[in-house]
């Protein structure tokens, strides 16, 4: 089986999180791991496998990769059963539960230092997976800050038993180590929050203030916790995030299939936010049963308010060529080899030349008439 076209790829209405049109977030996107991209990977096959050597986060540019002495994760390569909706996934395989070396994916030490939340600051994540295998205690899925107590943080399983049943492990927030754990705390059980064994999850845990909350169906049910001041990472220490595993690494992984990872920081994350970023993932990897039925986005997908026009066309009028001017080409510069799928539409509007397009990072961009071309360029660049 072939792997689905990439979601919004045919249809530049579609709201993804490079694609905002005016439904922008209100706050920023600091992370994003998006495993249906294989623009983003390098990998290898080896013993008829492809394994991911390479990834990387879609809104910095920043490669993971395994750590020395751990296995890397299998690209699914439109393997019928390591598809989610027919997308393809990384799987975080398992040589032996429990023991290293586990699979896991980890960026270059304080790479995310001064984009990732810390200390108390709010914090969203989204994860989208499936489990496939555990073993008892805590089973890590991500946590990044530092390997001591109370500096790290992150989403895990603690599993009491050993079958895939939704009563046998629930979620909790780990601050470091196995067995610590902001609430949801797996010592106390008036506020555990089981998860769905074998099939996709999309979770959904946030932080703000002194509170917080997870849930993994739309936010028709959740456990939460209050009165709890983080103290995450310290901005004083070197920052590590792990995939996979818990920090500097333990034999604490899951065997799962990574679909997509969206972390974002800032006050200002709304509700209306917040189901915009879970109708997007429910409808791009096949999840929206899991939706209410009076969530926005239940039965449609979120749109961006473009729309696609009279044909794909980029450029002047006599040439009709697609073509780009790369601008600096540093990190951060306006053109970067991950802006090289761009839909776009051009036509004029009272008389006014007219371009919507979508990049494939969120960000202020603009189109800057040339004499034979246009420049893509940073919104804050003249």
């Given amino acids: 089986m072939s792997a689905a076209a990439k979601y919004g790829s045919d249809n530049i209405s579609l709201w993804t999180p490079s694609a905002t049109g005016s439904e922008a977030l ?83 030490l304080d790479a995310f230092d001064g984009h990732l939340a810390e200390l108390n600051d709010p914090r969203y994540a989204f994860f989208v997976y499936k489990p496939m295998d555990y073993y008892a205690g805590g089973n890590f899925l991500y946590q990044y800050g530092k ?26 927030m780990a601050h470091w180590g196995g067995g610590k754990a902001y609430y949801l705390d797996e010592s106390d059980h008036d506020t555990v929050y089981y998860n769905k ?5 999309l979770v959904y845990h946030q932080h703000n203030g002194t509170s917080g909350y997870i849930s993994h169906d739309g936010n028709q049910t959740a456990a939460s916790y209050s009165s709890t ?47 915009r970023v879970e109708g ?30 009279g044909g794909l066309v980029f450029g002047n009028d006599a040439g009709r060529k697609f073509s780009i001017e790369p601008g600096n080409g540093g990190r951060g510069g306006p053109v970067l080899k991950r802006f090289e799928n ?26 800057k008439r040339r004499t034979t071309a246009y420049k893509v360029t940073r919104g804050d660049k003249k």
């Fill in 280 to 309: 997007y993932l429910a409808h791009k990897w096949g999840l929206t049963a899991d939706l209410a039925s009076n969530h926005p986005y239940k039965s449609s997908a979120p749109t961006n308010g473009l729309s696609a026009g």
């Fill in 147 to 172: 390997g001591q107590t109370a500096k790290g943080y992150g989403l895990a399983m603690w599993v009491t038993g050993s079958s895939l049943t939704n009563t046998s492990h629930y979620y909790y």
């Fill in 342 to 367: 761009i839909n776009c539409n051009y036509g004029k509007k009272d008389g006014i030349e007219q371009v919507p397009f979508a990049l494939q990072q969120p960000g202020p961009f603009s189109l």
């Fill in 197 to 201: 064994g074998g099939v996709p999850n």
């Fill in 26 to 108: 209100s706050s920023d996107i600091v992370a994003w791991i998006d495993c249906e991209d294989t623009d983003e990977m390098t990998t290898v096959v080896d013993s008829g496998h492809s394994y991911v050597t390479i990834i990387k986060d879609k809104v910095n540019d920043i490669s993971f990769g395994a750590p020395d002495n751990y296995q890397r994760p299998r690209f699914s390569n439109a393997t019928d059963s390591l598809l989610i909706n027919n997308r393809n996934t990384l799987h975080f395989w398992e040589a032996s539960q429990q023991s290293t070396p586990d699979t896991a994916l980890t960026a270059t």
């Fill in 229 to 275: 001041t983080l103290t995450t990472n310290n901005f004083d220490q070197d920052l590590e995030l792990w995939i996979g595993e818990e920090i500097s690494g333990g034999g604490r992984g899951i065997e799962f299939l990574l679909a997509e990872m969206i972390m974002i920081t800032g006050s200002s994350f709304s509700d209306a936010d917040r189901q």
